[in-house]
């Protein structure tokens, strides 16, 4: 079988199916590939976070030096295993030149405001497409710290924030409980960020994912076997026995992308960084009932908690170790602890652990744009953690460039070749 679409997109999570929305907007027929079950990868099990507080990039100055003093401790929130591959040892350089205080300085704005054009973006698709099950709701962010040096990691964080225009406020620690009274973890004090919000990342992905198919786009699931170019064109990919044509050709495949670039001559600086989470029923779905309203980010121990419709989800950890999806039950185990504190043992225990890759970039930035020495094929990928936040303004971004139209944003900061 042999079908010829407008634009070809490879990948069926949030920065996928938000491509597909943009192109399908523009008019184009959309086609989207995606292997097994494109719902059951880091779009579904994330924090389910939208993050305008989270506008420092990865790459930040001492994030290596606190990788190296974490290497031993089998419970810390970074962990970054020792490899040879000359992939990521090119990662790890280019990340280490990265952590810098000017390119932090040159991201913040950067990612200020993408992650706040993301956020307009999707509000509108809430209200407009009615995307009621991805239970958007505009709670704001706790940022809790307990121990000295989170708080002054906090305030720090939140000076530069109030500096980037975010509205924040300094909580105490009964300011903070009224805030959110439902807080079981033990904390000093807190940052508020008013913009954040929070979503049913499933609830979200299969809302689009209904939305799209209204707007015409075929889903096709399937491995991408083989990708047919002639000369600086791609013509078709091949899925299973299915020929694919299209115009244009867009790779928004998460962590797996670069095994796709790298068989277009280009091997694209991404590594898998693998994360868990363990979600907790509510009390009418046979779990219980923790009445907490808003996400918050334990900063002590780097946990997040985030409510959401027919449950509660406790997430954490950062690990650069390949594409490694084996539970690692010592690096779960503070999460666990956390999510029995509100939720009990017995809840927890038997609840298992979803663990997944986000697609990271050296400098913590994504790549949103054309691939080099190609003429029809589009890179949508590195956004790291912020994938569910960032999803929609790189759907419109990667639209407005096929299309040739002004971009909304500033798109060289995300160029593909920046590293060359």
């Known amino acids: 079988m042999s079908e010829r679409f407008d634009t070809v ?19 184009a027929r959309v086609v989207v590939v995606d292997r097994d079950r494109y719902a059951e990868a880091a779009s579904t099990g ?43 040892v090119k990662w790890l350089w280019t990340f280490q030149r990265h952590c810098t205080q000017s390119h932090v300085d040159h991201g913040i704005p950067v990612l200020r405001d993408a992650i706040l054009a993301s956020l307009e973006l999707l509000d509108a698709w809430c209200s407009e497409a009615g995307f009621e099950r991805a239970g958007l709701k505009h709670t704001g962010l706790l940022m809790l710290h307990h121990g000295d040096k989170a708080r002054q990691e ?6 530069t924030a109030e500096k980037a225009g975010l509205e924040i406020e300094r909580l105490n620690r009964e ?23 929070r979503v049913d990342p499933e609830g979200l992905l299969r809302a689009m994912e209904d939305h ?11 491995a991408v076997r083989s990708i047919q170019k002639k000369g600086r064109t791609v013509i078709s990919i091949t899925t299973g026995d299915d020929i694919i044509e299209g115009d244009q ?37 046979g779990g219980i009932s923790t009445g907490m309203n808003m996400p918050c980010l334990v900063t002590d121990q780097k946990i997040s908690i985030t409510p959401m419709p027919g449950g509660i989800r406790f997430s954490g950890t950062l690990g650069l170790q390949g594409f490694d999806l084996s539970i690692d039950e010592r690096r779960v185990g503070p999460i666990r602890r956390h999510a029995a504190l ?3 043992e017995e809840h927890v225990s038997s609840r298992s652990t979803w663990a997944g ?38 759907g419109q971004l990667v639209a407005e460039q096929i299309a040739g139209t002004a971009p909304t944003l500033d798109v060289a900061p995300f160029r593909v070749d920046r590293f060359d």
């Not at 906090?154 to 000076?159: D, G, Q, S």
């Not at 790298?262 to 363990?278: D, F, H, I």
Request: with cysteine.
């Open 9 to 27: 997109i490879v990948g069926g999570g949030i920065v996928g199916l938000s491509c597909a929305k943009a192109l399908s907007d523009q008019g």
């Open 46 to 88: 994330n924090a389910g976070m939208i993050v305008p507080s989270h506008i420092l990039p990865l790459s930040a100055p001492g994030v290596i030096a606190k990788g190296m003093k974490w290497l031993m401790n089998p419970e810390s929130p970074l962990y970054i295993k020792p490899s040879a591959d000359p992939a990521f």
């Open 154 to 159: 906090n305030m720090e964080l939140a000076e």
């Open 175 to 197: 300011e903070t409980l009224a805030r959110e009274p439902a807080l079981k973890t033990d904390i000093t004090g807190s940052v508020y960020f008013r913009q954040d919000a």
């Open 212 to 222: 799209v198919r209204a707007l015409g786009v075929t889903i096709v699931e399937g």
């Open 249 to 285: 050709l867009v790779l928004a495949a998460g962590s797996w992308t670069s095994k796709l670039t790298k068989g277009l001559g280009t091997n694209l600086l991404l590594q898998p960084a693998k994360g868990y989470s363990v979600t907790i029923p509510d009390a009418d779905h």
């Open 342 to 344: 509100y939720c009990g």
């Open 357 to 394: 890759f986000r697609p990271a970039s050296p400098d913590g930035l994504p790549f949103i744009g054309r691939l080099p020495d190609m003429d029809n094929v589009w890179v949508a990928t590195g956004h790291g953690m912020l994938g569910v936040t960032l999803g929609p303004i790189t």
